[in-house]
């Protein structure tokens, strides 16, 4: 049977040019790079040199980088570092279509008197400096806005925001876990203080991360228990996914915009098929245009009103061999609809009846023909059901 895989806002395979630069670290070189014998010390320079790396393609200094497991270590690290150093200011400002590392790490903050601010997203997805300037105030901790929505595809304008988080001597953080390697990402000119992101999203290793850590910025190490990272993040580092990692981010920026302009094209033909095949209805929740080419979410409806289930649309469509989510990978399965939809204003049959796809480098437009052909006959199947 053949397979389409359309989710790669969950996850990406691992480029075989990431494996290689990571099979020295898997094998021979195995080195604790906390030891101070040469094989501890191998690691210990080939840890630096991704450090410096990853810094300087992001705009970084090598100081401000510390590897973790992930985007969603990183982001509670963030969130719960700068809140221990806060003292009275109890606010934190972020939005109700954030990843669950945040909503539910910031939720779980309340038991130590901190107040969630969420600010008002538009109808596309988008968080403007505007809305975060409505509800930032004196008593504001840490504001957290993504870079890029996981399901939606909006791209938030984080350095208008930063401005606004200037002017209130507040500091920005952004999980890029959906950006990094598909947009520039520069800290300086995006005006972060804090950063998350994460190697699986960029054809790199699972289990691997990073935090920045602007110099200066007000924070302190949630993750304790060694002197690894300069005591900022405690535990044995992950040689060859540090290294995965790096080389995943340097070949994600070289061709960076090879695979936008790939992406665009996919988008085009996507819809441009949807419209002139489907039998049914469907409309593209979030920008339209203005958001990442490679995220493309879906909801479905006849000339009756009905919807479908999305969760069921995505595993008849799992049984033609079609890989989509229906939203976070992390909420996969949940009966309620995405509460990014949901934050969105939409009117939940609607957003239950919702698929997102998400290109990868290797797809194809045979592989879009193959899922518009699919997806006809099975919506035809579930509305006759219905």
């Known amino acids: 049977m053949k397979t389409v895989y359309f989710d790669h806002a969950a996850t990406t395979p691992l480029d075989d040019r990431v494996l290689e630069a990571m099979m020295p670290y898997l094998k021979e070189n195995y080195g604790n790079a906390n030891s101070?014998?040469?094989?501890?010390q191998k690691s210990k320079v080939v840890i630096e040199e991704a450090r410096e790396k990853v810094a300087s393609l992001i705009g970084a200094e090598p100081s401000e980088i510390v590897f973790t497991s992930g985007g969603t270590e990183s982001d509670n690290a963030v969130i719960k570092g700068v809140?221990?150093?806060?003292?009275?200011?109890?606010?934190v400002i972020t939005s109700e279509l954030e990843h669950h590392a945040v909503l539910h790490t910031v939720e779980m903050e309340k038991m130590h008197k901190v107040k969630p601010v969420f600010a008002k997203a538009k109808n596309c997805g988008t968080i403007t400096a505007g809305a975060v300037r409505e509800v930032i105030t004196e008593n504001t901790a840490l504001v957290s806005l993504m870079h890029v929505n996981n399901e939606i595809g909006t791209i938030n304008p984080l350095s208008e925001?930063?401005?606004v988080c200037k002017e209130f001597n507040v500091p920005l953080h952004s999980d890029t876990v959906q950006s990094l390697g598909k947009l520039p990402v520069?800290?300086?000119e995006?005006?972060?203080d804090f950063l998350s992101g994460s190697a699986h999203k960029i054809y790199g290793p699972k289990g691997t991360g990073i935090m920045y850590i602007k110099n200066g910025a007000r924070w302190i190490p949630w993750m304790i228990g060694g002197s690894q990272e300069r005591r900022r993040r405690g535990g044995t580092l992950n040689v060859p996914g540090i290294v995965g990692f790096a080389k995943a981010l340097?070949?994600?920026v070289e061709e960076m915009d090879e695979h936008t302009q790939q992406f665009k094209k996919l988008r085009k033909l996507l819809l441009h098929q949807l419209n002139e095949k489907l039998d049914v209805n469907f409309q593209v929740n979030g920008p339209n245009e203005k958001g990442v080419p490679h995220i493309v979410n879906l909801s479905f409806s006849d000339d009756q009103g009905k919807y479908i289930n999305g969760e069921m649309l995505l595993q008849n469509l799992d049984i033609e061999g079609i890989c989509v989510s229906n939203g976070s990978a992390c909420t996969?399965?949940?009966?309620e609809p995405s509460h990014v939809l949901n934050g969105i204003g939409m009117e939940p049959g609607l957003a239950n009846s919702s698929i997102r796809l998400s290109f990868g480098k290797q797809n194809t437009e045979e592989d879009v023909h193959y899922f518009v052909e699919k997806l006809d006959?099975?919506?035809?199947?579930?509305?006759?059901?219905?």
């Open 83 to 91: 809140l221990a150093v806060s003292g009275d200011k109890n606010e």
């Open 332 to 335: 996969s399965g949940a009966v």
């Open 190 to 192: 995006l005006g972060l």
């Open 186 to 188: 520069n800290v300086k």
């Open 250 to 252: 340097e070949l994600s």
């Open 377 to 386: 006959v099975v919506l035809k199947r579930m509305f006759s059901l219905a």
């Open 161 to 163: 925001i930063a401005e």
């Open 36 to 40: 101070a014998h040469h094989l501890g």
